[in-house]
């Protein structure tokens, strides 16, 4: 568990937009893993199970309220480039999460799972409990909504991934 928190509670906080709600959605992702863990051990992932635990009780949370979701949180900065290329990059990257936060919360999920949490298609779609397809065509939807969103000036630099690349 303390492995998997990190990668977890970073994916489970571009889902759900608030840091709050991310640790809530990761505690209660690995309780549940824990519960079901002799299900778990056979034929799935741990890492994988909690993943959909996380996406699951967002897309609850979503239904439920209704209401927008905190703007995401800028999970790194860094801190070796003072310049005003740096500066930009910052600048794209909050209008970027700004664009990802106004997508439909699956279709959220999936980009984010994708190209933050690097999962292929098959992962994506197991954690998602859909099918390959269906990954691909809610990427590639959401993926058309960022750039129409960003712009023609969008840095594909600044894209979604924690290193700044993609």
Not at 1 to 11: E, H, K, T, V
Not at 50 to 72: C, F, H, K, M, N
Not at 132 to 161: C, E, F, I, N, Y
Request: glycine share 8%; proline share 4%.
């Amino acid at each position: 568990m303390r492995d998997a928190w990190p990668s977890l509670y970073r994916s489970a906080l571009l889902v759900t937009g608030s840091p709050q709600d991310a640790e809530d959605a990761v505690q209660n992702a690995l309780a549940v893993v824990v519960e079901h863990w002799d299900r778990i051990g056979a034929g799935q992932s741990p890492s994988g199970y909690s993943r959909r635990v996380i996406a699951t009780q967002a897309y609850r949370r979503a239904r439920r309220r209704r209401l927008e979701l905190d703007r995401l949180v800028l999970l790194r900065r860094s801190h070796r480039d003072a310049d005003a290329d740096q500066s930009e990059r910052t600048v794209q990257r909050d209008a970027l999460l700004g664009a990802l936060q106004q997508l439909p919360p699956r279709m959220r999920t999936a980009v984010v799972m994708r190209f933050y949490g690097d999962l292929s298609e098959k992962e994506t779609a197991e954690a998602l409990g859909c099918s390959t397809g269906t990954v691909k065509s809610q990427t590639h939807k959401g993926l058309a909504r960022l750039r129409a969103a960003m712009g023609p000036t969008w840095d594909d630099d600044a894209g979604l991934s924690a290193g700044g690349t993609r």
